[in-house]
Nanobody
Framework: VQLQASGGGLVQAGGSLRLSCAASGRTFSGYRMGWFRQAPGKEREFVAHIWWSSGMIHYAVSVKGRFAISRDNTKNAVYLQMNSLNPEDTAVYYC?????????WGQGTLVTVSS
């Protein structure tokens, strides 16, 4: 199983970025696909997840209303649209997949938000 995250970069506060996670190696039907992030000196935290089959979504309070997670079944990909970014969103963002637990992780993509 491979999860390849991409789309990170440097953006000014108030700007937007769209992260992508390309999934391969198995069918993810019935799995949760999640986005997590880890800021410098902090623990990894949950950002959002989407259930592959039902499309049910859950967001962390800190990103609700600003970020949007989505999936494309035809491309086996999950996306994270990030709007109204602020410096506190600076982190390495990871995509992950699993059912009860997240068993598979991608390598991460760095998002830096300048003030």
């Amino acid at each position: 199983v491979q999860l390849q995250a991409s789309g990170g970069g440097l953006v000014q506060a108030g700007g937007s970025l769209r992260l992508s996670c390309a999934a391969s190696g198995r069918t993810f039907s019935g799995y949760r696909m999640g986005w997590f992030r880890q800021a410098p000196g902090k623990e990894r935290e949950f950002v959002a997840h989407i259930w592959w089959s039902s499309g049910m979504i859950h967001y962390a309070v800190s990103v609700k209303g600003r970020f949007a997670i989505s999936r494309d079944n035809t491309k086996n990909a999950v996306y994270l649209q990030m709007n109204s970014l602020n410096p506190e969103d600076t982190a390495v963002y990871y995509c992950a997949a699993g059912y009860l637990t997240y068993d598979f992780w991608g390598q991460g993509t760095l998002v830096t938000v300048s003030s």
